[in-house]
């Protein structure tokens, strides 16, 4: 099957610093990925695609500035959450489409990050 | 536009009866749908998906789902519901056309006693 990784699990950094989440495809080539943020008990919220060598599409609300996405390599996209404040505290969770082999069309997801702002 | 609706936050059931999440969804063009399960802190998990071909899908875990055009709904089911499936569920759908951009239900959170 197809694995997503994500690094780290569980953050927690002091506000007005930044945190980057790494998120990783370790089995196939990801040209797009998706970054999710998840607030407690409740659905996850597409923040933005990342495309490999171009810019990201963020969604309507989702401040550019503030979640910066960088899609490195065909295996790679980070996420930073600049200048973070504590109502950035979520559980961050990417996604990645295989799009050839058996499993093409299939979302794969990592294991999410869970980002605490004191 | 694509959305997604789980009228139930929470489901009980008791081990060993039939479980049911209902799940309705609203797309434009050919409607993609898919099961996810999500452990506490964990990442989700794919538990079925239904593109095309016969409406009654087989999925992960005894996990089953009936894709229902006429009622727009994709509803899960299990015959017999196991404490380990106690977790929060989630219905997806994405327009066929688009690139994997996925839109979520609010999540149902299943209860299954001993």
């Known amino acids: 099957g197809a694995v997503v990784s994500q690094h780290p699990s569980r953050v927690i950094c002091k506000s007005g610093t930044s945190v980057k989440i790494e998120c990783r495809s370790l089995d196939f080539q990801a040209t797009t990925m998706f970054w999710y943020r998840q607030f407690p008990k409740q659905s996850l919220m597409l923040m933005a695609t990342s495309n490999e060598g171009s810019k990201a599409t963020y969604e309507q609300g989702v401040e550019k500035d503030k979640f910066l996405i960088n899609h490195a390599s065909l295996t790679l996209s980070t996420l930073t959450v600049t200048s973070a404040h504590p109502e950035d505290s979520s559980f961050y969770i990417c996604s990645a489409p295989r799009t050839s082999g058996s499993l093409a069309g299939e979302l794969f997801f990592g294991e999410g990050s869970r980002l605490t702002v004191l | 536009a694509q959305s997604v609706a789980q009228p139930e936050d929470q489901v009980n059931v008791a081990e060993g009866n039939p479980l049911t999440v209902k799940c309705t969804y609203s797309?434009?063009?050919?409607?993609?749908l898919f099961w996810y399960v999500q452990y506490p802190n964990r990442g989700l998990q794919f538990l079925l998906k239904?593109?095309?071909?016969?409406?009654l899908v087989k999925g992960s875990y005894g996990f089953e789902a009936e894709f229902n055009k006429s009622q727009t709904s994709f509803h899960l089911k299990k015959p017999s519901a196991l404490v380990s499936d106690s977790a929060l569920y989630f219905c997806?759908?994405?327009?066929?056309?688009?690139?994997?951009?996925?839109?979520f239900g609010a999540g149902t959170t299943v209860t299954v006693r001993a």
């Open positions: 239904y593109i095309t071909g016969d409406n």
């Open positions: 797309v434009s063009g050919n409607p993609y």
């Open positions: 997806a759908v994405r327009d066929g056309t688009n690139d994997y951009k996925l839109s």
